[in-house]
Nanobody, 118 residues
Framework: QVQLVESGGGSVQAGGSLRLSCAAS????????MGWFRQAPGKEREWVTT????????YYAVVVKGRFTISQDNAKNTLYLQMNSLKSEDTAMYYC???????????WGQGTQVTVSS
């Protein structure tokens, strides 16, 4: 089992920045990759970014590439999402996720709300 707890959400004006954190605990060594999803009210859940736990390879959705940066501190078992140049359309609940079997996102955090006002 893996537990994920997000923090760092809040309200910010357009053009501002926020950094989200995700603390992982439990069977950490089983994690293959981690990432972030988001879901805005009335919209489907959307993949944002992924990072491989061992090699650190990163992948981004087109809509956030160049503005968001995913990183990890494996010593602290913490995942980060640095969000810059925020736009109103980035407003959503952001979820930290972990993959332990290479096939699906097996574990989800409870989410942290990000609100960007224009």
């Amino acid at each position: 089992q893996v537990q994920l707890v997000e923090s760092g959400g809040g309200s910010v004006q357009a053009g501002g920045s926020l950094r989200l954190s995700c603390a992982a605990s439990g069977y950490i060594s089983s994690i293959i990759k981690m990432g972030w999803f988001r879901q805005a009210p009335g919209k489907e859940r959307e993949w944002v970014t992924t990072i491989s736990r061992r090699g650190g390879s990163t992948y981004y959705a087109v809509v956030v590439k160049g503005r968001f940066t995913i990183s990890q501190d494996n010593a602290k078992n913490t995942l980060y999402l640095q969000m810059n140049s925020l736009k109103s359309e980035d407003t959503a609940m952001y979820y930290c996720v972990a993959d332990v079997d290479g096939r699906s996102w097996d574990y989800w955090g409870q989410g942290t709300q990000v609100t960007v006002s224009s």
